[in-house]
Each structure stands twice: as C-alpha cells, then as structure tokens.
C-alpha cells in the first residue's frame, strides 16, 4: 500500500468523534420494491447501473451516506472494475477494511465480480455488509451479513462528498 493510502485508510479508521459513533445506512434502496423483477429485466437505475444488483446497491448506499457518487464511468462500472475506476478519480484503494468502505471481490460470480457496502468492522477482522445479490441461489435479493471473512477482498476508502 502506497503512503498516501496508508495515511488515507488511518484518516478513515481514526475519523472525528462523530464519524466514530456514525451509524451507516442499509436500509432504504428505493428499488427494492422491483427486486427481483428488475435485475432479471436489467433495468436501469440513475446511476447506469442494473437495478437490484450489488452494483446499484452500493452506489445508494454511497450516496445515502454522504459519500463521492462522481467518480462512476457509466459502462465501466461492473464490481471487479470499481478499484480501478477509483484509482482513476484519485480515491484511495486498499486491503483494510474500514466501515462506509465498498468491498469488492473481483473473483466472486464471474465474471463480474461481487460488492458490498461495509457497516462496520468487528475486532477479530471479519466485517458487516450490507449487499445485494451475494447469494447465487435466490438472486436480486438485499441481505446484511455480519462476520464476513476480508479473504481476496480489496476496499474503496470513497470520501464524504463536498458541502453542499
């Protein structure tokens, strides 16, 4: 991990007081109501990404936290890409995990890949996401795991966005 990273993913983990006692927002995906209709119609969401997909989910999940949504390149954005479309907007990418990072899995349901939003970090490592799609058996369903193993995942230390 390259310095500034480093010194990003500190800031990230260390935040303020506030940041610290923050409770990430999981619920409310305003196309849950069409799942899984929409992901087995591929439709659309506003950020050109398919509705009841990981994908979809963790750009709300963003932008319901406050967070960047400006770097996504529509026709890009399938989960194995995310870290390198970050990296091209100057966002920090890494293997510590950090609550209100996207973790991705760019291995998991190919060729895609598979991501989530992450809510918090427990103390032996594991994390807590919240995910669209991480079950190949029922897909376009939401879904909050706790305990999730790090293995092969790499995370997006995405930013709060600018006030407004």
């Known amino acids: 991990m390259r310095a500034g990273t480093a010194l990003a993913v500190l800031l990230l ?17 305003p196309y849950a109501p069409h799942c899984p209709a929409a992901g087995v119609a591929d439709v659309v969401d506003r950020w050109g990404m398919y509705e009841c997909n990981c994908t979809s989910y963790v750009a709300w999940a963003l932008q319901a ?11 890009a954005m399938n989960a194995w890409n995310w870290p390198h479309v970050a990296q091209l907007s100057g966002i920090a990418v890494g293997t510590t995990p950090a609550a209100g990072a996207v973790a991705v899995w760019p291995h998991q349901s190919p060729p895609f890949g598979h991501l989530a939003y992450v809510s918090a970090v427990e103390r032996n490592g594991t994390i807590d996401v919240g995910e669209y799609n991480e079950n190949v058996f029922q897909p376009y369903l939401f879904d909050v795991r706790r305990g999730v193993s790090v293995r092969g995942a790499t995370f997006i230390y995405v ?6």
């Open 65 to 75: 936290n406050g967070q960047r949504i400006d770097w996504f390149i529509r026709g």
């Open 13 to 29: 983990l260390a935040g303020t007081p506030a940041r610290a006692a923050h409770t990430r927002v999981l619920y409310g995906y």
């Open 159 to 164: 930013p709060r966005r600018d006030r407004e």
